[in-house]
């Protein structure tokens, strides 16, 4: 059965960073795409970053150059190292296999001072 389990979020003041991970099971990970998504209050979720099973990333204009999505295959794992934080990074951060309809519980940011 597949399971995502985030970790790494909390309160962090503007400018800060933070790296969120993210552990798969029940998949075959190292050729499965993953992506983080991330959802503020009262707004739609939206995708943040995508890592396919070569490392090919993409991300979304608003974080380009301050985040960085990563994976490490050995421990099934993906990670978005998040640099200069903005209150409007403030959300709920969710990773999704790309072809499964199936998310985790999610781990909030909160970007405050």
């Known amino acids: 059965q597949v399971q995502l389990v985030e970790s790494g979020g909390g309160l962090v003041q503007p400018g800060g960073s933070l790296r969120l991970s993210c552990t798969a099971s029940g998949i075959i990970f190292s050729i499965s795409a993953m992506d983080w998504y991330r959802q503020a209050p009262g707004k739609q979720r939206e995708l943040v970053a995508g890592?396919?099973?070569?490392?090919?990333?993409n991300y979304a204009d608003s974080v380009k150059g301050r985040f960085t999505i990563s994976r490490d295959n050995a421990k099934k794992t993906v990670y978005l190292q998040m640099n200069s934080l903005k209150p409007d990074d403030a959300a709920v951060y969710y990773c999704?296999?790309?072809?499964?309809?199936?998310w985790g519980q999610g781990t909030q940011v909160i970007v405050s001072s």
């Open positions: 890592i396919t099973s070569k490392s090919s990333t």
């Open positions: 999704k296999i790309r072809t499964i309809n199936y």
